[in-house]
């Protein structure tokens, strides 16, 4: 059986679920990283977002889970991702959660229209920004969202997909609307049950949405047998189309939302 890097994924987080309770799990997930081929990081030229983005057009970066390849097209987030290209004026990329360096580097050089390198407070006020993801993905978008609040550049959305991190709970003040899907299961790995503004005043919750798939059928076909088998309520989550096009109609709306 071929474990793929998604696979890996649903190792590690579980592993880090379920604490320390299994040496032998850990170092198979070492030696399986170590060995698979499908982790090579993904660079700036694999991206088709020209720098600078034409003005008031809108970046959309999904940040997808685990170990997934950024260029999977049986993940949710780079499915839509591909969808949203089609929409005039809006930019979107598909990016590893372990690549949030890429994703910044991307959004400097897709606001930087006068091209000297330096983001100036004009640049910075007019950016459109939308930030999704999924498991570890969803925990990237908001500390994403958390540096690009240290650099004084406006968010318009993060939509967190069963997010699975650290510090993911608390959405930054540069956010002007954020949503939150997850499944708390029973043996599975557990999403974000609830998040919230840092500043209530200038961040809008849209949602805290629970879904329990314990009872519910969704089509995994597109997973491997390893994640179909081990990934559970997890996996469903990430698969199901219904959770998708809440996602994708909260992006819409926030595409068509004017910027503060």
């Known amino acids: 059986m071929r474990v793929s890097a998604s696979d890996i994924g649903v190792l590690v987080t579980s592993y880090r679920r379920m604490g320390s309770r299994s040496k032998m799990l850990k170092w198979a997930v070492i030696v399986t990283v170590m060995c698979c081929p499908a982790l090579r ?3 700036l030229s694999d991206l088709q977002t020209p720098t600078p983005i034409p003005p008031g057009s ?3 970066i999904g940040f997808l889970g685990g170990f997934d390849r950024w260029n999977d097209e049986h993940k949710s987030v780079r499915r839509l991702v591909l969808k949203l290209r089609e929409t005039p004026g809006v930019y979107a990329e598909s990016i590893g959660n ?6 910044l580097d991307l959004i400097r050089k897709a606001l930087d229209t006068n091209r000297n390198g330096h983001l100036d407070v004009e640049e910075r006020a007019h950016a459109r920004i939308i930030l999704f ?3 570890w993905g969803g925990a990237a978008a908001v500390a994403t969202a958390r540096d690009l609040n240290q650099l004084g550049i406006p968010v318009l959305l ?3 997909v069963d997010s699975v991190g650290f510090h993911d709970q608390v959405i930054p003040a540069n956010v002007l609307a954020a949503a939150n899907f997850y499944q708390h299961d029973p043996l599975t790995v557990q999403g974000e049950r609830k998040i919230r503004a840092a500043d209530p005043a200038k961040t809008r919750i849209l949602c805290n949405v629970g ?16 994640r179909r088998t081990f990934g559970g ?17 909260y992006i819409a709306d926030a595409i068509g939302r004017k910027s503060r």
């Open 58 to 60: 809108t970046l959309v």
């Open 133 to 135: 993801g999924q498991s």
């Open 158 to 160: 993060t939509v967190q």
């Open 211 to 226: 879904v329990s798939y314990k009872h519910r059928w969704v089509d995994t076909s597109n997973a491997s047998w390893f």
């Open 41 to 43: 990081a993904q660079r």
């Open 98 to 103: 372990r690549n949030r360096k890429l994703a």
């Open 233 to 249: 309520s997890h996996v469903k989550m990430e698969q199901d189309p219904a959770i998708w096009s809440r996602v994708e109609q």
